[in-house]
């Protein structure tokens, strides 16, 4: 399982620290829960403090292997790889539980609440300190109750969460929920996130930092990748190594 803290205002755009919820990491250290609360606007049934899951299925596409975009200038690499993956919403659930709403009794909620066996996505929209927090395909065979990714609604396109409000962290975890993780995860190392074509970073990228270079490996840092901490505006793009990795692990987790 892996976590997105949300990024406290007044931090700005340099708050943008994460870490993985099943291990230590001192980045963490200093965060602090945000103060108050945001207006509860464009953010259906939330003004009933309700927390919602949706429900989507994946269906796999025919993918195109000459449709490879790690082969092409770096202008076209934004275009990023046809993963191969479409969602259709099952189902929108709503619960007026307080507690839920904020991320307690996680466990119980899930379980009482998931939908779906392995293939399909549940996201639960809450409101707590975290952008996101996901659940990886290996998880699914010791604890699929708790399977999905958790989302805060106020990051959904037109949310409260400057610079995070287009809606990509559900993306981002998403991404988590089909098997990739962090295009930082090992720093500046050649095996690095486990994708041969995400070139390998020395640390995650905050705010828009076109042009960084954290790792004198080959490649840029790949701020526009969804699996970087970059601004949900600078996202754009998979891999076709990536969208491999998705099919691999759906086919041992999830197919
Ligand atoms: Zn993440």
Redo the contacts with the bound molecule.
Sequence with gaps: M???PRPPRRLGHQAAR?R?ADQADPREQGHQPRQGRPALRRCAGAGLRARHALQVRRRRRERHPDRRPDRRPEQHLRRGADTGYTFTLAGTYRYDNDQWHKDRQSSKYRSQTRKGGADALNIWLVDFNY??I?TFPGDYPRNGKADGIRVHWDSLPGGGIANYNLGETAT??A??WLGL??AFRGGCTPTNDEVADTPAQGSSSSGRPVGNDTCDLPGLDPIHNH?D?SYGSCYTEFTTGQSDRMASTWTAYRG
Excluded: T
């Design positions: 892996v976590s997105e994460h993985a952008l996101g996901a981002h975890e991404g988590h993780y962090h699996m901490y």
